[in-house]
Every structure is written in C-alpha cells, then in structure tokens.
C-alpha cells in the first residue's frame, strides 16, 4: 500500500522560505512521477511542482516558477518542495502526490495522481 506523509509546513513571513518534505513507502520511489499541489480556503486543488521518475526536466506551475524547486531523493524515498520569496498567495494547504502508473510522464492535472498525502499547511504572514 502506498504512503504520503508531508512534513515541513509552518508560518513564515512574507519574503521568507520553507521546505516542504514528503516521505514515500509501500513501493519502488523511484520508478513514479511525483508532484506538489496545493488548495487554499475556497479554492479548487491546483497544481505546484512535478517532477517525472528520470528527475529531468521538472515542471513548475507558472505562479512558483523561479521561487519554488521540487527535487526527488530516491535513496530516500523521499520528495522535496524548495519555496523561496514566499508571499501571502502561496498560503494554502500543501499536498504530496504520486502516479499510480510506472515510468509516466509529468503530468499538472489532479487526476492523472492516484496517491496523496494528508496535506500540509503553509501559512505566510504578510
């Protein structure tokens, strides 16, 4: 059975950083693409970071891109969320995902994942 469990969520001042954790067990990491989205108060689940099971070429949710980096640790079995230059916007909770399919390209649609996490929450004070 597949686990996501997010850690690393918090409060932080605008212009501030977070990282953002999820550890990943109950099948081979490295062979799944993995992503971040996120949902804030009111609003529909969007789309973040992904990165793909080769770890190239990532993709990014034009709103992060250039403050956020998503990076994977198959070792690990873990995923990284980077933020950088936070800003109230970026308040929301934080959601780990992964495929369900092996060796599938990046995808930014929620329903392409098969796997999520409980969530963590991000919380920038302006």
């Known amino acids: 059975q597949v686990q996501l469990v997010e850690s690393g969520g918090g409060l932080v001042q605008a212009g501030g950083s977070l990282r953002l954790s999820c550890a990943a067990s109950?099948?081979?990491?490295?062979?799944?693409?993995m992503a971040w989205f996120r949902q804030a108060p009111g609003k529909e689940r969007e789309f973040v970071a992904a990165?793909?099971?080769?770890?190239?070429?990532?993709a990014y949710a034009d709103s992060v891109k250039g403050r956020f980096t998503i990076s994977r640790d198959n070792a690990k079995n873990a995923l990284s969320l980077q933020m950088n230059s936070l800003n109230p916007e970026d308040t929301a909770v934080y959601y780990c995902?992964?495929?369900?399919?092996?060796?599938?390209?990046?995808?930014?649609?929620?329903?392409?994942?098969?796997?999520w996490g409980q969530g963590t929450q991000v919380t920038v004070a302006s």
């Open positions: 109950g099948r081979t990491f490295s062979h799944y693409t």
């Open positions: 990165i793909d099971w080769t770890a190239t070429s990532p």
């Open positions: 995902a992964a495929k369900g399919a092996p060796f599938s390209s990046a995808s930014t649609r929620t329903m392409d994942y098969d796997y």
